[in-house]
């Protein structure tokens, strides 16, 4: 089994920067997947960016140029610095880790851009 635990979501005012962490624990293949979603109020879930374990990334459009994902995969850490945060970024964030065959997510963290 793995486990999901995030931490770093908050309120902040629009322009301002926040930095989500979501640290894996459990049976994890050293090759994995990890990424954010998120999911505002009345919307789908959408992918906001993953990284693999050698370190390849993919963002939305919507995030590219304002979010950073990362990770210590010696800690099997992912982490998503989010800069120049806009109000259409609110929104339950998940974190999520592809192991093997299997998804497992984070119970969510709320990111709240204030205008």
């Known amino acids: 089994q793995v486990q999901l635990v995030e931490s770093g979501g908050g309120l902040v005012q629009v322009g301002g920067s926040l930095r989500l962490s979501c640290a894996a624990s459990?049976?994890?293949?050293?090759?994995?997947?990890m990424g954010w979603y998120r999911q505002a109020p009345g919307k789908q879930r959408e992918l906001v960016a993953t990284?693999?374990?050698?370190?390849?990334?993919n963002y939305v459009d919507s995030v590219k140029g304002r979010f950073t994902i990362s990770r210590d995969n010696a800690k099997n850490t992912v982490y998503l610095q989010m800069n120049s945060l806009k109000p259409e970024d609110t929104a339950v964030y998940y974190c999520?880790?592809?192991?093997?065959?299997?998804?497992?997510w984070g119970q969510g963290t709320q990111v709240t851009v204030s205008s």
């Open positions: 999520n880790i592809k192991s093997g065959v299997r998804y497992y």
């Open positions: 459990g049976s994890i293949f050293s090759s994995n997947v």
């Open positions: 990284i693999t374990s050698g370190g390849s990334t």
